[in-house]
Structure formats: C-alpha cells, structure tokens
C-alpha cells in the first residue's frame, strides 16, 4: 500500500510538469505554423498592407482605421496610398494633391529576408515617382502584425503599423 501511494505521489509531481511543456510545444508549433504561411505568402510577392497606426518622427501616434490607406505589392508594381503627418521639406512646391504619400508603378530594389529564429521576415524597396523618391521597410510577423518604415527625401520619416493579408478577390 505504502509503494503505490508514494508511486500516485510521484505521478502528481511530474504531470504538471509534462502538460506544461506540452502547452510550450503547442504554442511553439503555432508559432512556427504562423511564421511559414507567412512566409509563403511574402514569397508570393502578392500582399496588402493596411495601417492602424501613423507614428509621426515628432512623436505623434495617429488613428487610421476610418482613414483609406494600403499598401497593394504585386509582383514587380505597388500601389501604395498612406497618408503622411510630418514635415515637408525644400523643394516640395512639386508635391500637390493631399500630400499624402502616393505611388502607382514598378519598384526598385526589392529584397525580402527572413529570420527563421526570431520568425521576422523583412522586405525593402524604392518607389520613385515624378517628383520624389521613398524608401519602404517593411517588417512582418508571424501573426501578420507589419511595421512599415518610410524615408522620402522630401519628407520626415514616417511610421505605420497595421496588418498584412492576401488582396482580396476582384469582384
């Protein structure tokens, strides 16, 4: 009697521990299962951005979820409209429109990475229109969570923070 209630006693002890690392793994694989359709679909080099967030250089943090804005990546071409809070810079008399940043063409430069520990994957590219010249880096996570960072040489830089999905089917 004594042998089997030391061995109940014993089984106590380590099942918490087992399940525990049986939650570990789970979330591990969830996690990794996340990151790879992630991946697959950057690779797919056919995705939209939508910002929650503006977080201007002065320090400024803006709600965009009532305001229009993406990021449309298909193949080699984007079309990007995001709207821009910040300063403007000399030789912005050839900016016009809602001076928000907007382009509609072919890319430069495009190059992705991917961190498969820290399960990031990173994409930079240059969009030139006629008057002005931007540099995207854009940041994704597993979960879809994107940050993207854009420098111009006629603007202060400027921060979004939204979610990256599949383009939505044309109607």
Known sequence: MKKIITVLMMS????????????????????TE?????LE???SEKYDFEADWANAQQGGRIN?????????INKDSANIF???????????????????IEFE??????????DDNKKKIS??????????????TLSFFKNGKTLVNVNSNYR???KYDGMTKKPKPKE
Request: aromatic residues 12%.
């Open 41 to 43: 679909l950057i690779e």
């Open 12 to 31: 106590l002890l380590f099942v918490p521990a087992v399940l525990g690392q049986t939650k570990k793994e789970k979330k591990e694989m969830l996690e």
């Open 123 to 136: 994409v930079t590219f240059s969009a030139i229109s006629k008057n002005e010249q931007y540099d995207f």
């Open 64 to 72: 965009l979820t009532t305001n229009p804005n993406f990021i449309k």
């Open 105 to 114: 063409g072919l890319m430069k430069d495009y190059t992705m990475t991917a």
């Open 82 to 100: 995001l709207p821009y809070f910040g300063n403007l810079y000399s030789g912005t008399s050839a900016i016009t429109g809602n001076s928000g």
């Open 34 to 38: 996340e990151y790879k359709k992630m």
């Open 156 to 158: 202060s830089n400027i």
